[in-house]
């Protein structure tokens, strides 16, 4: 059961919600604009307001729904596998390639599941770093390793800390490109009007 929860949650989290609301109310690839990245800040600066909200809602979804459903039914330590394999699917879609995005969103969501706290606290982080430093990229780093140092706090698990650094280390992974500007200088910065946000 524990298997087939993991593969459900890997094609929920596949499922490239920026493309799919892209070509569905768009009319566009999402891919093909800004960043070229699927997720909640290439939404917000393609789409709008409206549809990256929704992005980020869906995205957001993606990693709650399954992991809310497995920590349910089957516990932490099946839950923390549901929650990786939905946010591996969401940045490595079969639907697109085995690309995607970087997966801060639908970690948060499984984050909400696991710890609302943990969450929460992900969350301010990422309000006061993108505030101070203007690069949402930089937020979203750091706001993954503290809701995941959170979590670990809050949780007794021994799987627990072992998830949590996973996490973190594979957010930085997937934001290696924005490292690589940051570096340069070349990152985009969020306006205070949120038209450039980082990519």
Do not use: Q
């Not at 606290?121 to 809701?147: L, Q």
């Amino acid at each position: 059961m524990t298997l087939l929860a993991i593969a459900a949650a890997f094609a929920i989290g596949s499922i490239p919600v920026g493309y799919v609301i892209g070509r569905a109310f768009f009319h566009t690839d999402i891919r093909s604009s800004g960043s070229g990245n699927i997720g909640t800040v290439n939404s917000m600066r393609t789409f709008g307001a409206a549809g990256g909200v929704a992005v980020l809602l869906l995205d957001l979804a993606k990693g709650f729904v399954p992991t809310a459903i497995d920590l349910h039914f089957a516990g932490i330590e099946s839950a923390l596998a549901v929650a990786a394999a939905a946010v591996l699917g969401h940045c490595f879609s079969p639907w697109l390639g085995f690309r995607g995005g970087k997966g801060v969103a639908t970690a948060v969501g499984a984050l909400i599941a696991l710890s609302w706290p943990a969450a929460a606290a992900a969350g301010v982080a990422w309000a006061i770093v993108a505030f101070a430093t203007r690069y949402a990229s930089v937020a979203s780093m750091i706001a993954c390793g503290v809701g995941a140092s959170v979590l670990v706090a809050l949780s007794h698990d021994r799987f627990v800390a072992p998830f949590g650094l996973a996490l973190t280390a594979f957010i930085i992974w997937t934001h290696r490109e924005n490292l690589a500007r940051l570096r340069s200088g070349t990152e985009n910065a969020i306006s205070l009007g949120g038209a450039r946000a980082s990519r």
